[in-house]
Nanobody
Framework: QLQLVDSGGGLAQPGGSLRLSCAAS????????VAWFRQAPGKEREGVSC????????KYLASVKGRFTAATDDAKNTIYLQMNNLTIEDTGVYYC????????????????????WGQGTPVTVAS
């Protein structure tokens, strides 16, 4: 059974950076599509990025494109989300999620296909 543990959140200033980690156990992340979601206070959870095939395919929410980068470390069975040039609008709880790589279709950014979720790590961007 795949288990995911999110970490790396915290407080950052606007324009700053954070790197989130999603460490997997119980299965190999290469066998899954992994996405990052976030949920801002009072808002619905939204897909931020999706990565499959050890980075062969990536997809990003338009508002984070060029600022956020998802990457895999196969040796550590971990996926990272490097977040640069943070803005106040990036504040929220960030979750990693995974679905088996047998999923047909493009890298999904919707909630529904994802079966496994991390516990979330909070990110606050404030001056």
């Amino acid at each position: 059974q795949l288990q995911l543990v999110d970490s790396g959140g915290g407080l950052a200033q606007p324009g700053g950076s954070l790197r989130l980690s999603c460490a997997a156990s119980g299965a190999t992340l290469n066998d899954y599509i992994v996405a990052w979601f976030r949920q801002a206070p009072g808002k619905e959870r939204e897909g931020v990025s999706c990565i499959r095939g050890s980075g062969l395919v990536t997809k990003y929410l338009a508002s984070v494109k060029g600022r956020f980068t998802a990457a895999t470390d196969d040796a550590k069975n971990t996926i990272y989300l490097q977040m640069n040039n943070l803005t106040i609008e990036d504040t929220g709880v960030y979750y990693c999620a995974a679905t088996p790589a047998t999923y047909r279709g493009p890298c999904p950014m919707a909630l529904a296909p994802y079966d496994y979720w991390g516990q979330g790590t909070p990110v606050t961007v404030a001056s």
